[in-house]
């Protein structure tokens, strides 16, 4: 759960500006046989973000997951204020993952996205 403290700290380091965290647990390791603890949620309190238990991978199918070995997790995507997911997901700004070994480049990521870049 290192992704999710990682999370909470780039979002206080923006705190105050228009940013939102959209976060989607899903089930993906032998322990993941439910959705996320209560405990689990609150490692990510901010509230500039919504948690979402997707059951069925459907975020995962949709980024390009079409078996175990490309399941799409503990992934970060930065998308510029306005993008809007119909069918397909709009063009991120900046993705990458694992979470906790790219949290320098989420900040320049998010840094350049309010910035309108």
């Known amino acids: ?3 999710a403290s990682a999370i909470e700290e780039v979002l206080q380091e923006f705190a105050g500006k228009p940013v939102r965290a ?6 993906v390791l ?3 046989w439910g959705a996320p603890s209560t405990m689990a949620l609150k490692r990510i309190h901010d ?3 919504i948690q979402f238990w997707d059951s069925n991978r459907l975020i995962s199918h949709t ?3 079409h078996d175990k070995r490309s399941i799409v997790w503990d992934h970060i995507a930065v998308y510029p204020a306005g993008a809007v997911w119909n069918q397909q997901p709009p063009k991120a700004s900046y993705e990458n993952g694992p979470v906790v070994d790219v949290v320098e480049p989420l900040r320049k990521a998010v840094t350049h996205a309010l910035e309108g870049r």
């Open 1 to 3: 759960m290192q992704g």
């Open 30 to 32: 032998a322990t993941d």
């Open 22 to 27: 959209f976060i989607v647990w899903e089930p």
């Open 63 to 65: 980024l390009g997951e």
């Open 47 to 49: 509230v500039r973000s």
